[in-house]
């Protein structure tokens, strides 16, 4: 085949030098709620045609390289005094897949354990394109399953407003879970 970013011929749908370079992550901050930090690996431009692939056959492979080469290693270096959890927003499968249980199941370590199906909104409403406004009035009720820690990594695959993460920020706080950070691929104000 050959690779999506440089069309040279690969044996995965991104080349070895592409990932190396292309793929290396930047860490982006930004906060959520006044104080809970909202981290993204790159900026949006940069791997946009990578996101658009989500809903289509190669978006599992293409989100199991990118999660490999940001989340994965995030979580190896990652230290922090508790066992957390970790959970992906929403982690429903869509296409045959769930590209947010990708990138949360990459973090798996001895300091986080990802779960799955813990988050699931009950409302599908389509965010994409829509105003703070609208997202505001249709949140995506989140029920809750219950978990052991007590402290959350929550993951999603791009942040645009921050209000679906403020939204499980919320739901999760109601229920005695604190987030102490939030993982996402990119930040769409990042560009
Ligand atoms: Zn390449």
Redesign the pocket.
């Known amino acids: 085949m050959r690779?999506?970013?440089?069309?040279?011929f690969?044996l995965s749908h991104?080349?070895s030098?592409?990932q190396k370079t292309l793929l290396a992550p930047t860490l982006h901050k930004r906060k959520i709620l006044g104080s809970i930090p909202v981290y993204s690996f790159y900026p949006y431009d940069a791997i946009e045609p990578l996101l658009l692939t989500k809903h289509t056959d190669v978006g599992f492979y293409i989100y199991t390289l990118l999660a490999k080469n940001s989340f994965r290693e995030f979580a190896r270096e990652w230290s922090y005094e508790n066992r957390v959890a970790s959970l992906g927003v929403d982690d429903h499968s869509k296409s045959g897949y769930s590209h947010t249980a990708v990138l949360n199941r990459s973090l798996k370590s001895s300091a986080i354990k990802p779960y799955f199906g813990k988050l699931r909104a009950t409302e599908q409403y389509k965010y994409a394109g829509k105003s703070v406004e609208e997202r505001l009035l249709n949140p995506r009720k989140f029920q809750f399953l219950p978990f052991k820690e007590e402290e959350v990594i929550l993951v999603d695959d791009i942040v645009t407003t921050g209000s679906t993460l403020t939204e499980a920020v919320e739901i999760l706080g109601m229920h005695g879970k604190k987030v102490i950070l939030c993982l996402t691929l990119s930040d769409a104000e990042n560009r």
């Open positions: 690779c999506m970013m440089c069309e040279r690969s991104i080349c030098t592409c």
